[in-house]
């Protein structure tokens, strides 16, 4: 073999080439190193006295389904000009790697458009050794995510399971990446990332959070300019679970047995939109008689609807309106529900109404976690939880289909 082909078959320069041979059906090159080459690897000076060298592997790209091996005498020297005594570096493999860098580059790739197992079995390698390379570049790229340029940002709360519990993210809305992961929820768990933040002096314009005061409170003290922003789709969840809610305790307080049989199957219709609503399994017919026979429950749920009109106005002016319209409406309807929503949102007010000037949601952020999730699943959960973290920080860049 041609001292060439180590050069356009695995990028080897300044090596020279020895022989081949065949171990338990890998393939392994041994070359050695160009003595005009070696330079002091801390000073670089060619002044050297050889101290001996120590034999190392590193795994190369695979030609086909059979495993490359490079095996290499790495020289100690002492320098002559400053006086170190070190081993000469490697010129295709990072310090300390047992992996060239063609091979590293061709696991990345692959990693990119499937999973770890999936690599590793093409490559016919163990879990661990993709599961390294992918760890120290993503450590490389992403342990430290740039937070200057900042300016709309999500916060929400994600659960993982028993053994990591909870984590907070925060998601770049212009960007679509993971910008901070906190380990547990609430306020507590956003403390690094406002020293970071402050520290890289970010403008932050607006923030899309719920209506959780543990998340008022800690962006409110730590980004007093911003703009808050209640995401939309929350408040509609709020409200569809108290909704839920009113309608047990309307089962529970009705006497008459048909009165119960007609709450006790319309849970699922009352949530759903009405454009989404089947006729072929008279689901309209069924809710409109639950409505009928039951005016709080009627009351409520029209209320409902009008509640997502307020996120679909000209202007803010309109919206304006129309919550106040609406609030006045909860209030004077007689419902402990109805009234105790709407002193929520006349509390909030300001948040829902930011929408307008900034029409923001936590809606990314929720697909986030749902990838997440999704990624978690395939990996049947992740036992170290830095790699976990860097993994979430990537998210954006995956470009293979997270199925499962």
Not at 38 to 56: D, M, V
Not at 298 to 324: G, S, V
Not at 359 to 370: D, K, V
Request: aromatic fraction near 10%.
């Amino acid at each position: 073999m041609s001292t060439s082909l180590l050069y356009h078959g695995w990028g080897v320069v300044g090596y020279q080439y020895q022989r081949t041979i065949y171990v338990e059906g890998t393939v392994v090159f041994r070359i050695v190193q160009d003595p005009t080459t070696l330079t002091c690897p801390c000073c670089e000076s060619r002044k050297l006295i050889r101290r001996g060298a120590s034999h190392r592997r590193f795994m190369a790209l695979p030609i086909g389904r059979k495993k490359i091996h490079i095996e290499l005498p790495i020289q100690r020297v002492e320098c002559k000009a400053c006086g170190a005594i070190r081993q000469v570096k490697v010129d295709f493999a990072d310090e300390h790697s047992r992996y060239m860098r063609g091979f590293e580059r061709y696991v990345l790739e692959l990693s990119s458009h499937t999973t770890i197992a999936d690599a590793a079995n093409h490559l016919g390698v163990s879990w661990d050794v993709v599961k390294d390379i992918q760890k120290r570049y993503l450590q490389r790229k992403f342990s430290r995510p740039r937070l200057g340029r900042l300016k709309q940002i999500a916060i929400d709360e994600i659960y993982v399971g028993k053994r990591h519990k909870f984590l907070t993210i925060v998601l770049d809305l212009e960007s679509g990446a993971v910008v901070f992961v906190g380990e547990g929820k609430g306020g507590d768990a956003l403390e690094p990332f406002w020293r970071r933040l402050k520290a890289a002096r970010a403008k932050i314009e607006a923030v899309a959070i719920d209506m959780s005061q543990a998340y008022v409170r800690a962006v409110t003290s730590n980004l007093p300019k911003a703009i808050l922003v209640f995401d939309h789709f929350h408040v509609i969840k709020l409200f569809n679970e108290k909704l839920t809610q009113l309608r047990r305790d309307l089962y529970r307080e009705a006497i008459d047995m048909l009165q119960k049989e007609v709450l006790k199957g319309v849970r699922w219709l009352l949530l759903k939109n009405p454009e989404n609503l089947e006729d072929k399994r008279n689901e309209r017919e069924r809710l409109e008689e639950a409505l009928r026979i039951n005016q709080p429950l009627a009351c409520a749920y029209y209320l409902k609807e009008d509640l997502r009109q307020i996120w679909d106005q000209p202007d803010k002016i309109a919206a304006n309106a129309a919550l106040e319209d609406w609030i006045r409406r909860a209030a004077a309807s007689g419902i402990r529900m109805l009234q105790r929503f709407a002193k929520t949102l006349a509390a909030h007010a300001a948040g829902i109404l930011a929408y307008y000037d900034y029409p923001i949601s936590t809606g990314p952020l929720e697909a986030t976690n749902n990838k997440i999730k999704t990624m978690q699943r395939q990996a049947y959960g992740f036992r170290d939880q830095v790699f976990f973290k860097l993994k979430i920080y990537a998210l954006h860049l995956t470009t293979y289909a997270l199925v499962g």
